[in-house]
Nanobody, 125 residues
Framework: QVQLVESGGGLVQAGGSLRLSCAAS???????????WGWFRQATGKERELVAA???????NYTDSVKGRFAISRDNAKKTVYLLMNSLKPEDTAVYYC????????????????WGQGTQVTVSS
């Protein structure tokens, strides 16, 4: 299976910032520009939710709880997707996953073809 590798998670105080990175494996690297990307998160005892998405056209979408605080971006040259998280809250604590699919609808419904293994983000109060 294609691997996506997340990095950048860690422990941060409330109000702080983190930037998550997602590097795609070689199998989809050459077609990076054709993919739609999403960042998901799953907190303990909670369902996985879509946090942010970016389409192949560069349009972005965010769940209401992170609007104005998080920003998803894509670097086509580096073949990497980022999630910049500002003004972090304890409620943001979760495992964060990046995901990709050629079909934007698959990202929206939470069933993209490719998933990373996740990176832990812990926000202390």
């Amino acid at each position: 299976q294609v691997q996506l590798v997340e990095s950048g998670g860690g422990l941060v105080q409330a109000g702080g910032s983190l930037r998550l990175s997602c590097a795609a494996s070689r199998s989809i690297l050459s077609t990076f520009i054709t993919y739609n990307w999403g960042w998901f998160r799953q907190a303990t005892g909670k369902e996985r939710e879509l946090v942010a998405a970016i389409t192949r056209d560069g349009r972005t979408n965010y769940t209401d709880s992170v609007k104005g605080r998080f920003a998803i971006s894509r670097d086509n040259a580096k073949k990497t997707v980022y999630l910049l998280m500002n003004s972090l809250k304890p409620e943001d604590t979760a495992v964060y996953y990046c995901a990709a699919d050629p079909d934007s609808r698959a990202v929206v419904v939470g069933r993209p073809r490719y998933w990373g293994q996740g990176t832990q983000v812990t926000v202390s109060s």
